[in-house]
């Protein structure tokens, strides 16, 4: 049992089917585990807030007796808050119980303490004290269209929240119901899915309805996002107006994961599945693929991978710090968990056999302090 | 006064300060629902891991009343007399 102090580390967060399991690392290279911790608890959501001088872990816990909850740690998992009324939970009057917490969005430097959250049923959540009480957004849960959402294999959940610098457009995305946006911080929402295909649905170019797996922000350029479709990888240059597609250059259209640089133009990440009725790597072979210019050339990422890997890489599986070179991180549902130091160039499994991964989310931190009790 | 006990699965033990069981002061019959409320009071987060925020009992939740589980019963409008015993199990769930 060690206990290590740094100016410069790396947390990563490792939500599975089966609990947390949370690693810190000098390099990026060699990490120390900690967990289960939550055992025996799902976790489908984790946010890293690096924001007021510390270091929160904000985890949407979800057990298949107990419930769901949020609970958050500001010593790297030694110790568990969860508040006593619970952090997040329909009001009265609206006859819900919230079943899972799918996202945990930290807002922006500039706004501290502001956090998003995305849940099953589908509805989304504003914290403005770091995490510990959630207001139920009340313009997307009554809007008109709730009723015509679905469900998608999954369950009905709003997965993706992008927020501007300005905090004035909100991006929402949903499966079943697509994107919806926000031009006033959240108050009153619209659809904004042209382009985007829904082909399993009578009309195939629906306003609404389509089953959009995840967004992401373009880090440099406002007003451009990427998203991955249920078959479909997209861009908009025009802040959702319209969206085109930028699967030209990948073996798949399918998978669940967008990553987008923390810092640099035009680039974003994806990891391809076949297609919806074979949701494994293409061809057996697991890669990572880029592209460096927003969409027009993609570059396949595999070194470091397996050479077979028949396991899907989910929604949230997947995240980028915002160190430099950015990192790279993904987990598999068969339990493995690769890390890239070098924005995908490189891959080296760093965890392996845990339960299904759900969620990975990693930072780079002042000072990281682990008792490494745990080898995963 | 007479009592009614709640006796909890170890796993929710440590949500209410180590007890193996809660009681709730009754005379004549209240509900389940009622008992629920009395003992949790103090409790937020126990209340919480078998209720969800409409009230509704947790899928997996079983609770049981001299030895019927309380939906085959009136659920959560169950009537409970002092000296009977009301057991929370957890049902068997999960993979």
Known sequence: MGCMATPESYVLAIGTKKGLWLATSQDRKQWSFTGPHFLMSEIPSIGI??????????????????????????????????????????????????????????????????????????????????????????????????????????GAAAHSIVVN????????AMSTGGVYRSLDGGSSWEPRNKGISAYFMPDPNPEFGQCVHKIAADAAVEGRLYAQNHHGVYRSDDNAESWESIAEGLPADFGFVMLTHPRRAGTAWVIPLKADGER??????????????????????DAGLPQVEYNAVLRDAAAVDSAEPAGVYFGTRGGSVYASADEGESFAEVASHLPD???????????????????? | MAEISVVLPS???????????????????????????????????????????????????????????????????????????????????GG
């Not at chain 1, 592209?291 to 050339?297: C, F, R, S, V």
């Not at chain 1, 991964?357 to 995963?376: E, F, G, N, Q």
């Not at chain 2, 209240?30 to 949790?40: A, I, P």
């Not at chain 2, 009230?55 to 409970?80: F, H, P, S």
Request: hydrophobic share 40%; proline share 5%.
């Open chain 2, 11 to 93: 796993v929710l033990q440590p949500l209410a300060g180590g007890q193996s069981y809660l009681t709730a002061p009754a005379d004549g019959t209240v509900t389940v629902g009622w008992l629920l409320d009395s003992v949790t009071e103090d409790y937020p987060v126990l209340a919480r891991r078998l209720r969800d925020e409409t009230g509704a009992l947790r899928r997996y939740v079983n609770i049981y009343v001299n030895g019927d589980e309380v939906r085959r019963l009136q659920g959560l409008d169950t009537e409970v007399a002092a000296g009977q015993e009301v057991l929370i199990i957890q049902s068997v769930a």
């Open chain 1, 280 to 301: 494994i790597p293409p061809e057996g072979r697991l890669a990572v693929h880029r592209t460096d210019d927003a969409g027009g050339t993609w570059k396949r990422l």
């Open chain 1, 49 to 154: 807030d690096t924001r007021d001088g510390r270091t929160r872990i904000m985890v949407g816990v979800r057990s298949e007796h107990w419930g769901p909850t949020v609970a958050h740690s500001d010593d790297l998992g030694a110790t568990w808050t969860e508040p006593e009324q619970g952090a997040i939970k329909f009001p009265d009057g609206t006859d819900a119980a919230v079943e899972r917490i799918w996202q945990i969005y930290p807002d922006a430097e500039s706004r501290p303490g502001v956090v998003w959250a995305g849940a099953e049923p589908i509805s989304v959540w504003k914290s403005t004290d770091g995490g510990e009480h959630f207001e139920l957004n009340r313009g997307l849960w009554d809007h008109p269209h709730r009723s015509e959402w679905g469900a998608g294999y999954g």
């Open chain 1, 165 to 172: 610098p300005s905090g004035d457009n909100v991006h929402v």
């Open chain 1, 357 to 376: 991964v759900l969620c990975v989310r990693a930072a780079a931190v002042a000072d990281a302090k682990v008792a490494a009790t745990v080898s995963a």
